[in-house]
């Protein structure tokens, strides 16, 4: 299962950005069981977009593959969105290795 979580670096140890659309970075990692497998660092080409960051960053999620995406906040163009292509969201606050060992855990809330 691959996972997108909006985050302020490249690293695991960085935290989850304030917001999915416009977020620095985005980490891709690929979970198997309830393991990281791999992780990669994207940067995010619609940080710095005049307009439908939202929409651009949710469709890329669909692009990549993703099915669930791990942020602290997501507007309503993008829930949109997501929610067409069955990506779920989960809310996460933190470092990115600790919240992803609470999404393999089943501990992160779903908010779409």
Same mark, same amino acid.
Not at 49 to 52: E, F, I, T
Not at 104 to 108: D, H, Q, R, V
């Given at each position: 299962?691959? @996972?997108?979580?909006?985050s302020?670096?490249?690293?695991l140890?960085? +935290?989850?950005?304030?917001?999915?659309?416009?977020?620095p970075?985005?980490i #891709?990692?690929?979970?198997?069981?309830?393991?990281? &497998?791999?992780? &990669?660092?994207m940067?995010n080409?619609g940080e710095s977009?005049?307009?439908?960051a939202? @929409?651009?960053?949710?469709?890329?999620m669909?692009e990549?593959? #993703?099915?669930?995406? #791990?942020?602290?906040?997501v507007?309503?163009?993008?829930?949109?969105?997501?929610?067409?292509f069955?990506? +779920?969201?989960?809310?996460?606050d933190?470092?990115?290795?600790? #919240?992803?060992q +609470?999404f393999?855990?089943? +501990?992160?809330k779903?908010i779409i």
């Open positions: 299962m691959k @996972i997108a979580i909006s302020t670096g490249e690293k140890t960085d +935290k989850v950005s304030e917001i999915f659309a416009r977020c970075y985005f #891709i990692a690929e979970i198997e069981g309830r393991k990281v &497998e791999r992780f &990669e660092a940067k080409q977009q005049l307009g439908q939202g @929409i651009s960053a949710a469709q890329l669909a990549k593959d #993703i099915k669930a995406v #791990i942020t602290k906040n507007g309503p163009r993008a829930s949109d969105v997501l929610r067409q069955n990506i +779920k969201v989960y809310y996460g933190g470092v990115i290795e600790e #919240i992803l +609470k393999t855990e089943g +501990k992160l779903k």
